[in-house]
């Protein structure tokens, strides 16, 4: 008798449609194999993983194509934090339905971040759920050997910098879910849509990735909130901190709600979601990193300095007065 011809189970059907054509290394196997291969060149690898789950780290009402950019951009920005090139992702997507109308704009946004960060999909696995749907993605990038930035390297003295804006993220939640955001920007759609898509698309610093791990003590990136970021990389380092709130960067939107009082500056400091890049850098090296950033149109700031001791970080008014935070960061758990 002979045997039938093999036909493609669902699952098998819906990575050759959507997600095979992302797996553009050659290592990737075409996703034909269970397993792929990636070329360490002589550097060292690094491995991050993270997932965004529908109802915690977006809503389901969110579209698909920007749930495909944040799932790989949050992995994108640990690498940049830690002065890594990016060299591929493996993705597990849990879904509810497997439904064209989802599918294609996820694969197509996701195909595109990979280009545009040349961080090919190198496999992965799909599972069906009947809870809320999840992308985790593991990504893998490279740096010479032992150059890796890690949070165990601040000294006292070293400068605290960190990119970009804080805060952004928390009010665009805020905005989505008709909090007191939502409500004080009715009349400007600008800022609204400014903030929600910090919210929704994190930008990843991948172009100063060079920069963090040729100038930077220690560094990891800012997804939980600020404070309690720097908080975890000065455990981590065996020292503290005293960061001047007044020079922690916002936008133009965050800061005109903290001048209206609709927002206080713990939600700026403890929102998370910011996906910028934490570090800390002998005074020496820091107008380079700074120069670095503006040479790649990111901005970086100054906005304190690591101190001797093991007490939680203190962060200081306008006045010079601590500002006592009853929170740190989001917490899972």
């Known amino acids: 008798m002979t045997q039938d011809r093999y036909q493609a189970s669902?699952?098998?059907?819906?990575?050759?449609?959507?997600?095979?054509?992302?797996?553009?290394?050659?290592?990737?196997?075409?996703?034909?194999?269970?397993?792929?291969?990636?070329?360490?060149?002589?550097?060292d690898i690094v491995v991050t993983t993270d997932a965004v789950v529908e109802g915690v780290h977006y809503l389901a009402t969110d579209p698909p194509d920007t749930i495909a950019r944040k799932a790989l951009r949050v992995n994108l920005s640990d690498l940049a934090a830690k002065g890594a090139t990016p060299a591929g992702f493996v993705l597990t997507l849990a879904l509810r339905s497997k439904e064209d109308g989802w599918l294609r704009p996820f694969a197509d946004a996701l195909g595109d971040d990979a280009k545009t960060f040349a961080c090919p999909l190198l496999g992965g696995d799909t599972v069906s759920t009947p809870g809320p749907q999840m992308i985790s993605i593991t990504a893998f990038g490279r740096v010479p050997k032992g150059r890796m930035a890690g949070r165990t390297g601040a000294r006292a003295g070293d400068r605290i910098l960190v990119t970009g804006t804080i805060g952004d993220a928390a009010l665009g939640l805020d905005v989505l879910t008709g909090g007191a955001v939502a409500g004080a920007l009715m009349s400007d759609p600008i800022a609204r849509d400014l903030l929600v898509s910090r919210y929704r698309v994190p930008q990843p610093r991948n172009a100063l990735a060079r920069a963090v791990r040729d100038h930077a003590s220690a560094a990891m990136d800012v997804s939980d909130g600020l404070a309690g970021d720097l908080t975890k990389l000065c455990a981590a380092s065996g020292v503290s901190a005293t960061v001047d709130v007044a020079s922690v960067p916002l936008s133009a939107a965050a800061a005109g709600l903290i001048a209206r009082n609709v927002v206080g500056v713990e939600t700026l400091l403890a929102g998370g979601d910011d996906y910028e890049v934490l570090c800390t850098v002998p005074p020496a090296q820091s107008?380079?990193?700074?120069?670095?950033?503006?040479?790649?149109?990111?901005?970086?700031?100054?906005?304190?300095?690591i101190v001797a001791g093991h007490e939680r970080p203190r962060f200081l008014d306008g006045q010079g007065q601590e500002l006592v935070l009853k929170r740190l960061s989001y917490s899972h758990f």
Do not use: H, N, Q, W
């Open 287 to 305: 107008d380079a990193l700074i120069a670095a950033g503006r040479a790649v149109g990111v901005a970086v700031s100054v906005i304190g300095t």
């Open 10 to 43: 669902a699952e098998d059907s819906l990575i050759a449609r959507y997600f095979k054509p992302l797996a553009t290394d050659p290592g990737a196997f075409g996703l034909v194999d269970d397993a792929a291969i990636l070329s360490s060149s002589g550097d």
